[in-house]
């Protein structure tokens, strides 16, 4: 049976919803040629770096942009290299080359700028590793339903990487889409997360897919290649948020950590003694969409907190 998003028009990259005026540059690749990277940028004050996560777009952010730029920050959020606008060279996305891009970025559009970080699911481990490789210029981390704090053996590592394929990604109709949306990204599956299922399914259609495919099976990869939990000691004075909904269906890994997603919770306690670390209840992965107004306010409070005196002189 074909689904309501099958029979509608193909999508294009370029045609996802975007929560301002999309803007792109381009930046270095880590051997030195260029992408073009994709990225919205507006209100004034402090820079908040919004940082997707894996197979999404700036657009999954829609539900937060307005409201911290009427609590007086500026907000830059960027689609990473591999996926929405954003160009998708055949590289391998780990997560330093990722997190280059992004400091690339930043360089062109807030240059000598300290910035607040936020990162949901892979774009939570893309901001560790920009926190460990350009510490001076991030005020604070805030990561939602973040990766890199839950550890992996090399076997566990080796049977994820055998299950993942592009061809096996790109084969699910929208009957197995849904159910893995519902299943596995939201608590509560509502409008939103109907609209993001719509893009996702409609972009097969797109002449990019098949990069975009490739930059998702790659970027699986590079978390688990890439980890970093073991260095989170160097980030210890760096005003840090954590937050995960409690019905997280994605962490721990309900295949190899079947468990409640406060144990993920308990070890970011551990790993960022110093951090601020927050369960919503009755929430998935999605936490940024399915309780925004927690989420912002919880961003709000980590800037508000890395302006502190106190967190200035300790980051000095």
Same mark, same amino acid.
Do not use: C
């Given at each position: ?26 930046? $270095? !690749?880590? =051997?030195? @040629?260029?992408?073009?990277? /994709? ?8 820079? #908040? &770096? ?38 998708? $060279? !055949?590289? =391998?996305? @780990?997560?330093?080359?990722? /997190? ?8 062109? #559009? &807030? ?206």
């Amino acid at each position: 049976m074909t689904g309501r998003h099958e029979l509608s028009a193909p999508l294009t990259f370029e045609a996802l919803a975007a929560p301002a005026v999309v803007r792109k540059v381009t930046v $270095p !690749d880590i =051997d030195g @040629s260029g992408v073009d990277v /994709a990225y919205i940028d507006v209100g004034q004050g402090p820079v #908040v &770096v919004l940082i997707h996560g894996l197979g999404e777009h700036l657009g999954y952010w829609s539900e937060n942009v307005d409201g911290l730029v009427r609590q007086g920050l500026r907000v830059v959020a960027l689609d990473l290299p591999g996926s929405g606008r954003s160009g998708k $060279p !055949d590289l =391998d996305y @780990s997560m330093i080359q990722q /997190a280059i891009w992004l400091n690339a970025l930043l360089e062109i #559009v &807030v240059p000598e700028t300290s910035v607040h970080l936020v990162g949901h699911s892979m774009g939570g481990q893309v901001a560790l590793r920009a926190a460990l490789l350009y510490r001076r210029r991030i005020s604070s981390l805030t990561l939602i339903a973040p990766a890199g704090i839950e550890r992996f053996t090399e076997a566990e590592v080796r049977f994820l990487k055998q299950g993942t394929s592009a061809r096996a990604l790109g084969e699910k109709d929208e009957d197995q889409l849904r159910a893995y949306h519902t299943r596995a990204l939201y608590a509560r599956f509502g409008e939103v997360a109907e609209h993001h299922l719509g893009e996702r399914v409609r972009l097969r259609g797109s002449p990019d897919f098949a990069a975009y495919l490739r930059a998702v099976v790659r970027g699986i990869h590079a978390m688990l290649d890439g980890p970093v939990a073991d260095e989170l000691g160097a980030l210890r004075d760096l005003p840090t948020t954590v937050v995960f909904g409690e019905q997280d269906a994605l962490i721990p890994n309900p295949f190899l950590h079947p468990g409640p997603t406060a144990d993920v919770a308990d070890e970011a306690r551990r790993l960022l003694p110093h951090a601020h670390v927050v369960l919503l209840p009755d929430v998935g992965h999605m936490a940024q969409i399915e309780a925004s107004a927690a989420v912002d306010f919880l961003i709000v409070e980590n800037v508000k907190r890395a302006s502190a005196p106190m967190a200035l002189e300790s980051s000095r």
